[in-house]
């Protein structure tokens, strides 16, 4: 089965610094998809951004960028300049065919 | 326009209670999911429609009973709930199995 590991519970940002949250994950597979999604407290699971196995290219959306290391495994996820509005749970996601599965979460604090 | 809609928002059963959470989108999206998910962890995958067709039921108890109407709404019916079973009810689209999912608010439920 594959299981994907966020090693960090909490982390804390000052706002317009920059943090980045770890993910690895598990598969044998070499086709996938993977995600970070964030949750704020209104619940909603919003998409930030989403990367394809095959590309090496990094994703990048606007502040949001990844570090895709097929090899270890690794998908972390750069906030830039972070701002208050990106306080929530960020959870990230591993996708092959109907098979979906998240990490644990890590929730951000942006310390005004 | 990317809005997956639930409802309702909330909802207070009780155990012998028969219910039903409604999920709707306008996308054209052909696979539909429900997920659960607990206070504080990450969501787990129910049910998997595509193309109206049940395509995954992750071992869930026959109390929870998913429906797709047609290919923009998928409803799930609870009947003689748990108290354990409170938790908030995620409904997620996706072009085809493959692709990004977009989730909606979702519905939290207590059972009393």
């Known amino acids: 089965a594959q299981t994907v590991t966020q090693s960090q519970p909490e982390m804390s940002v000052q706002e317009a610094e920059t943090v980045t949250l770890s993910c690895t994950y598990d598969?044998?597979?070499?086709?996938?998809?993977l995600f970070w999604y964030k949750q704020p407290p209104s619940r909603q699971m919003i998409l930030v951004i989403r990367q394809e196995a095959y590309k090496q290219q990094n994703a990048t959306e606007n502040r949001f960028s990844v570090n895709f290391q097929k090899a270890a495994k690794s998908f972390s996820l750069k906030i830039s300049d972070s701002q208050l509005g990106d306080a929530a749970m960020y959870f990230c996601a591993y996708r092959r065919s109907d098979d979906m599965r998240f990490g644990a979460g890590t929730r951000l604090t942006v310390k005004p | 326009d990317t809005e997956v809609t639930q409802t309702p928002k909330h909802l207070v059963m009780g155990m012998t209670n028969k219910k039903s959470l409604k999920c709707e989108q306008h996308m054209g999206h052909r696979a539909m999911y429900w997920y659960k998910q607990k206070a504080k962890k990450p969501p787990e995958l129910m049910f998997v429609y595509s193309y109206e067709k049940l395509s995954i039921n992750e071992s869930v108890p026959s109390r929870f009973s998913p429906e797709c109407p047609n290919s923009s709404l998928l409803n799930l019916h609870l009947h003689a709930l748990q108290p354990e079973d409170s938790a908030l009810y995620l409904c997620a689209s996706s072009q085809e199995t493959e692709e990004t999912q977009y989730f909606g608010p979702g519905t939290r439920l207590l059972v009393l």
């Open positions: 598969t044998s597979e070499s086709d996938y998809y």
